[in-house]
């Protein structure tokens, strides 16, 4: 009988896959020489995780953030809404999660052309994101299919935002980028459909109702 695997090995193992994937990609990822990097046999690799693909996914998802976890702390206001998406595409931008979206984006440009290996771990990715973005606007008032769409909207544009920013480093045409998509998602206020204000909505003279 197999000996159960070491928790704590395994989650070492799958820290330094992932500080692997982001230095060298996944095009051409190999066990053995992985195995190697990590200092164990690719037989091992295997008792711990099976397949390559297998791997590769709890590698991603070890490292994913608590996405949940995040939209529960931006409370119920619009502005809470506003200043975490800010906040995460800065994230995005030369923080911690910038290694993460890198890959993630090597992933799905991988799934175009591989899917059979790398369509469902792409698709996990996207709906890990959307799920809890989509609930957060939820609770600011949106119907459930505004919020699956904005949401959408959202993480889709971002991540593309930060694509052009990974390749051409605009900094500021990017950040303002990002700042328009945020503007055109989030609600104006607790229970609004509509979109950013407009200089017409935003005229004393007009009946706020």
């Known amino acids: 009988m197999a000996r159960p ?4 090995k ?5 820290r330094q896959t992932f500080d692997y994937l982001v230095e060298h990609g996944l095009a051409d990822l190999s066990l053995r020489p992985l195995a190697a990097a990590l200092g164990t046999s690719s037989r091992m690799l295997v008792h711990y995780f099976g397949t390559k693909e297998q791997l590769v996914t709890q590698a991603l998802a070890a490292v994913r953030p608590d996405i949940e976890a995040l939209m529960d702390s931006a409370g119920e206001g619009a502005e809470s809404l506003t200043a975490l998406a800010r906040m995460v595409w800065q994230d995005m931008c030369g923080g911690e999660q910038e290694p993460r979206v890198r890959l993630l984006l090597e992933v799905m440009g991988l799934a175009m052309t591989q899917p059979d290996q790398y369509g469902a771990l792409a698709a996990d990715a996207i709906h890990a994101w959307v ?7 939820r609770r600011a008032g949106l119907s459930t299919a505004q919020a699956q769409a904005r949401a959408t909207a959202l993480v889709s544009g971002l991540r593309g935002i930060a694509h052009d ?3 051409t480093g605009d900094r500021a045409r990017t950040d303002a980028a990002a700042e328009q998509i945020i503007a055109l998602v ?3 206020r607790p229970g609004s459909s509509a979109g950013p204000a407009t200089g017409h909505e935003d005229s004393p003279h007009r009946d706020p109702t």
């Open 5 to 8: 695997a070491d928790a704590a």
């Open 10 to 14: 395994r989650a070492e193992l799958l």
């Open 131 to 137: 799920k809890p973005v989509a609930h957060a606007l």
């Open 165 to 167: 920013r990974y390749l």
């Open 186 to 188: 989030v609600p104006r």
